[in-house]
């Protein structure tokens, strides 16, 4: 079995800081790691994933990731948030020969200016 | 090119009735989810359908729900006789294959409401 721990609800943070946010999964066998981005009214779409090679990951929006195995982490930041990234980013984890990811709760970013 | 569609975007029901939701997917992509998302819940699976295999319904919640997927597009996800719970926001999701690597394209979601 797979589960996923986003461990802030919501992160408040002020325009042009820079922003972490958390994810920590548990799988027991290899896995593939998603961030997706959820804005005020719309349906997902993919940030970033993890599927192999460099534990660094870029993605749209000057978004970028960490695979961290040993930790089994995978953090999203961003050096400089603007107030459009306000939205829901939610972590994934797909692994074992599933098709099916599974989600975390989900991190409210809230960029005041 | 024209991304995943739902309909309809807002639904409100009194309690009891029987409400359908339709998702169409991209065209061309294979495999085709189900999911709901309440309030801090994150998403739930709710179904999954993969060209002409038996669809993978262990995320449906009670046999009130059900869903098809007529010539391997349109989906059509049916809650019978529903319940104040099952207010929601219902997503559906498309992928190109069914790898656990392939990134899924969602819809705007339908939201549900039952009085």
């Known amino acids: 079995a797979q589960s996923v721990t986003q461990l802030d609800s919501q992160v408040p943070v002020f325009e042009e800081a820079p922003v972490e946010l958390r994810c920590n999964y548990s799988?027991?066998?290899?896995?593939?790691l998603f961030w997706y981005v959820q804005y005020p009214n719309q349906g997902l779409q993919l940030l970033l994933k993890?599927?192999?090679?460099?534990?660094l990951v870029k993605g749209i929006n000057g978004f970028e990731a960490e695979f961290n195995k040993s930790q089994t982490s995978f953090h999203l930041r961003k050096p400089s948030v603007h107030i459009s990234d306000t939205a829901e980013y939610f972590c994934?984890?797909?692994?074992?020969?599933?098709?099916?990811?599974?989600f975390g709760r989900g991190t409210s970013l809230i960029v005041h200016p | 090119g024209a991304g995943v569609s739902q309909s309809p975007s807002n639904k409100v029901t009194e309690k009891g009735k029987d409400v359908e939701l339709r998702c169409d997917p991209i065209?061309?992509?294979?495999?085709l989810y189900w999911y709901r998302q309440s309030l801090g819940q994150g998403l739930e699976f709710l179904i999954y359908?993969?060209?002409?295999?038996?669809?993978?319904k262990s995320g449906l919640p009670s046999d009130r729900f059900s869903a098809e997927r007529t010539g391997g597009s349109v989906s059509t996800l049916t809650i019978q006789r529903t319940q104040q719970e099952d207010s929601a926001v219902y997503l559906c999701?498309?992928?190109?294959?069914?790898?656990?690597?392939?990134?899924?394209?969602f819809g705007p979601g339908t939201r549900l409401t039952v009085l």
């Open positions: 994934a984890v797909v692994g074992g020969g599933s098709y099916i990811p599974t």
């Open positions: 993890y599927l192999s090679g460099s534990t």
């Open positions: 999701a498309s992928s190109f294959l069914s790898r656990s690597s392939d990134t899924q394209y």
């Open positions: 065209s061309g992509h294979t495999a």
């Open positions: 359908f993969q060209g002409n295999s038996a669809p993978d």
């Open positions: 799988s027991s066998v290899s896995v593939y």
